[in-house]
């Protein structure tokens, strides 16, 4: 057995429907997210919530099984552009201060 259980999608239309389009779609949302990290499945499924709007953090938290206080953390994070949680590849604005890197090897 896997450690990580994919999480099964509580959304209204899953429990319904056979088959419906967004089945497969809601499926695959908690696959991949079982396969991020913690901070990582938050800005997904933020970014999915933000896509879909009104109502989006209810609908995710239904999908996801995530709390929606979660969501909320995870769009007000990307909201910042991250800013807390910098990344190695990506810099910040407003740096600015050299162009480029010139390296010197001895
Ligand atoms: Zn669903």
């Known amino acids: 057995m ?10 209204n239309q ?8 967004d089945k497969i779609f809601h499926r695959q949302m908690n ?14 499924i933020a970014v999915e919530a933000n896509r879909i709007g009104h109502g989006g ?9 995530m709390d929606e206080k979660t969501i909320q953390r ?10 807390d949680r910098p990344s190695d590849q990506i810099r910040l604005p407003g740096g600015g201060r050299q162009r ?3 390296k010197t090897q001895g």
């Open 74 to 83: 995870g769009q007000q994070e990307l909201e910042q552009s991250l800013a």
């Open 100 to 102: 480029a890197e010139k």
């Open 2 to 11: 896997p450690i990580t259980e994919v999480h099964k999608c509580q959304c």
């Open 14 to 21: 899953c429990q319904e429907e056979a088959n419906h389009t």
């Open 57 to 65: 953090i209810r609908k995710l938290s239904q999908i996801t099984g």
């Open 31 to 44: 696959l991949l997210i079982s396969r991020l990290d913690e901070q990582q499945r938050r800005w997904y």
